[in-house]
């Protein structure tokens, strides 16, 4: 099967953990930059990706790279790419894109040089004056990046972190691949009680049950490619059938608590629409008063910080009550995600570690407490 180079984009600050994943599903040539890692691969390592990825947001096949200073560069380094290896006579082949320090900086004019080249470049090869682009979507998405191009066909689709699971959300949802990266950083693989104590609308404690069974994220959505004909249906087939034989077995202790009764009753839809019901039970509960389940065990959560749900003054006071009802918490990691930037402070204890992350457009830290290794 032909190889080809894959992208990856993540959230900013996710780029080493999403190359980790890529290399532990045996993938080649993974290296990683911001807010992106590549590897190179088949359309089975493709379809594993998408499947299988839990902090990724998509995956996206490279078809070139070349300079675009002037509109007519751009043209023509689209024009110059073979196009017609991937996307047939009826394809739909809309563009998205971006650019960043760069000459051509109007995103739409772009857009719409790319699609004309796109569209010269299939009509001369298919003999067509017009395309009706009737069948499976292409999704073209192009970066300009100090003044360097690339164009990439979007394998995806939906974005990854839309695992099909959210029946609804809250007020302030945390994106799956964000709640992913802190159970990955918790180092949760499912031996320890996991308590996330202002679980929201549950995604936090659905991806700890996700990752603990071991099981696919994707398994519950389809992808962009899983309509193109170019690629075959049984490379689906066998990248779904190897994700279901990974899955684990077992027993979990994870434990999801909120004051809403609503979110509660959101994230309780959103667990069994993700199949792990069984595995997650949700109680109300004051995290700052509630008692410790059991001696040891995780805490990972996303407590509300001042820019949503509650203004910086409270949030600041929950920080405090969390600090003294947890001060003597020995035997738990803890493991907490905020935009505030006196959490310490507040909290009362420098973390052990802790690491810059972007949850969307608002930069968050991640702390860690109870951990010496990582991140």
């Known amino acids: 099967m ?85 996307i047939p006579r009826d394809g739909q082949f809309p563009v998205k894109g971006y650019s ?28 067509l004056t017009w395309l009706p682009e009737t069948g499976a979507v292409y999704q073209i998405r192009f970066s300009l990046m100090k003044d360097v191009c690339e164009v990439f066909l979007d394998t995806s689709g939906l974005s990854l972190h839309k695992r099909g699971y959210r029946a609804v959300g809250n007020e302030a949802p945390l994106h799956e691949t964000m709640a992913a990266a802190m159970v990955n950083l918790a180092r949760y693989r499912g031996r320890d009680f996991f308590w996330d104590p202002f679980c929201g609308s549950g995604t936090i404690v659905i991806e700890a049950a996700l990752a603990a069974l071991n099981r696919a994220p ?28 990974l899955e684990y077995r077992g027993e979990y202790r994870i434990l999801g608590t909120d004051l809403d009764e609503n979110s509660l009753e959101i994230a309780k ?18 995290a700052t008063r509630l008692p410790l389940p059991c ?29 003294r009802h ?5 035997g738990w990691k803890k493991v907490i995600i905020s935009s505030e930037p006196e959490f310490e402070r507040c909290y ?28």
């Open 218 to 245: 994707g398994l519950g959505r389809s992808f962009g490619a899983e309509r193109w004909p170019t690629v075959p249906r049984e490379v689906w087939q066998q990248a779904r059938a190897e994700a279901k034989d």
């Open 295 to 323: 001696d040891r065990g995780t805490i990972c959560c996303n407590p509300p910080y001042g820019e949503r749900m509650l203004e910086q003054k409270s949030a600041q006071r929950l920080y405090q009550a969390m600090g």
């Open 2 to 86: 032909e190889k080809f180079t894959f992208a990856v984009p993540c959230l900013f600050g996710l780029e080493g953990l999403v190359g980790e994943e890529l290399r532990r599903m045996g993938l080649s040539e993974v290296r990683v930059e911001d807010r992106r890692a590549f590897f190179t691969g088949d359309f089975l390592d493709m379809a594993r990706a998408n499947l299988r990825l839990r902090m990724g947001e998509r995956v996206m096949l490279l078809l070139g790279r070349f300079e675009a200073r002037t509109f007519e560069a751009l043209y023509q380094g689209v024009k110059a790419l073979p196009l017609e290896d991937l």
């Open 326 to 330: 947890w001060k003597f918490a020995d």
């Open 269 to 286: 839809a959103n667990a069994v629409k993700a199949g792990v019901a069984k595995y997650v039970t949700f109680r109300q509960g004051d």
């Open 348 to 375: 009362g204890k420098a973390a052990d570690k802790k690491r810059k992350l972007y949850n969307g457009r608002l930069q968050c830290y991640v702390y860690l407490y109870g951990e010496k290794g990582r991140p």
């Open 100 to 127: 960043l320090n760069s000459q051509l900086h109007s995103v739409p004019d772009c857009q719409a040089i790319v699609k004309k080249a796109a569209v010269d470049r299939l009509g001369a090869k298919y003999g």
